[in-house]
């Protein structure tokens, strides 16, 4: 920039008029003063630029594992543990994987009735986790996709629906969480029946008796094996219905 002014100053001078150099020099002897500000300017920012690449920041990543947990604080989970959830996060859809978790029906807490629960599936429940803990304290359940209606021709669910139990009802090698999951198998049909005393994810779970039996059979379109071993049913102690929403949940 200098030399610019210097050459602009000089073709002002020859073509223009001979004082024209006299005119512009207090403006060419203000950039001269300035200069050295500019350079100290520069060199302190230098300065702080090479304190911060010595500098240590020590980074808590394990910070970032809670970040996925968008279940609210609530005491009203007798089944739902951080175990259990990242497990189950680790299978989810991306589309629904950073949703808030929030309980949507639960006999301990809305009452046990079969009834009860269709009302809260029309209230506004879609993507969900139905959660089941057996008298032996083993976990099964399922992910669904869409709610549960009252249909005795059954309802064709989607292939993102997956199941999952204990391995110690599974009778295999534990994936995550001490969980073994079954996806939905290509070119078979999942489907959930509902009527009034009965909800059924396909053969796999047959939950009746307002919530305090199952009974579970071999599955094709899942690929898995029947959980109740003795063939007799598993009774169960506890039964909540998890849906994923977004923001502030107005129908707890």
Known sequence: LT???????????????????????????????????RMLSTASALR???HMQQENVDVEFQS???SLDRTPATPESRI?????????????PSWCRFKEWHLAYAPHVHGTS??????????????????????????LGCFCTEPWRHNTR?????????????????????????????ESRPGQELVLWCDETTIAFAEALVIMKDFGFCESYHCPALGSPSLDEQGD????????????????????
């Open 114 to 139: 079969l009834q009860t629960f269709y009302r809260v599936q029309l209230g506004g429940v879609g993507t969900h986790f139905l959660l089941l803990k057996s008298a032996a304290g083993h976990i």
């Open 64 to 66: 970032f594992e809670h």
């Open 48 to 50: 702080r630029i090479h």
């Open 154 to 182: 059954g309802l064709r669910a989607s292939r993102e629906c997956f199941l999952f139990a204990s391995c110690e009802l599974a009778k295999a090698a534990a994936e995550a969480g001490g969980l073994v999951f079954y």
């Open 80 to 92: 739902l543990t951080p175990e259990i959830k990242m497990a189950l996060l680790s299978r989810l």
């Open 3 to 37: 030399m610019l002014s210097w050459l602009f100053l000089a073709i002002r001078q020859t073509l223009l008029a001979d004082d024209a150099l006299e005119t512009d020099f207090p403006v060419l002897m203000l950039r001269f003063l300035l200069q050295p500000c």
């Open 233 to 252: 049913g598993l009774h169960i102690v506890g039964f909540e219905c998890w849906k994923l929403c977004d923001g502030v949940d107005e129908y707890s």
